[in-house]
């Protein structure tokens, strides 16, 4: 009977880490719709996934382009269209008197390093369901989850769920989200 209860709790405790598998598995399957060559660079295939585009010029008006092309490892959280065309005014992004602004903005979606959608489930397991990523800009991303999702959160106060994770790049991972963190300045 107790060999009974100790098998009942351990497949328990790894229904969520199953489930969690399956769910970073099944987003590394989507990444073949964003066409992501892993030989290629952050800019080369932002440049070239049609759900990326805003993000590539808002990257050029940023003057990041090179950057993201050649140094690294870096991580991106990567605001898909849909996101930029709900958050923000795309014009004011796109202004050249606002190239400050812009990095800012930019520069809060990149940690340096290269963290899978693993190892950033890894830090939350060590940080009891919570770790905190610091930006290249120096502000904290902390992440969580909600229920098989990982949800990033800054220190605005603004939320992005990773929607699509582990595009891996030749410096560095894309995970896609669903929004924009918006640094209080825009």
Request: charged letters at 15%.
């Amino acid at each position: 009977m107790s060999n009974k209860v100790s098998l009942l709790i351990v497949v328990l405790l790894l229904i969520p880490t199953l489930c969690i598998s399956q769910k970073v598995s099944s987003q590394a399957k989507k990444n073949k719709t964003l066409q992501m060559n892993p030989e290629y660079s952050i800019s080369k295939n932002t440049g070239a996934s049609k759900k990326h585009s805003t993000l590539m010029a808002v990257i050029k008006a940023a003057d990041l382009e090179e950057i993201l092309n050649y140094d690294g490892p870096f991580t991106v959280f990567a605001p898909s269209n849909i996101a930029f065309s709900t958050a923000t005014d795309i014009d004011f992004l796109l202004d050249p008197t606002h190239k400050k602004e812009v990095y800012s903005l930019l520069t809060h979606h990149i940690v340096a390093g290269n963290l899978t959608a693993s190892k950033i489930l890894k830090a939350m397991c060590r940080g009891n369901g919570i770790a905190s990523f610091t930006t290249i800009l120096g502000n904290k991303l902390i992440a969580t989850m909600n229920g098989i999702d990982i949800v990033l959160t800054d220190e605005f106060g603004n939320t992005a769920k990773i929607t699509n994770a582990d595009a891996n790049q030749c410096n560095g991972v894309i995970h896609e989200i669903d929004s924009v963190f918006l640094p209080n300045k825009i």
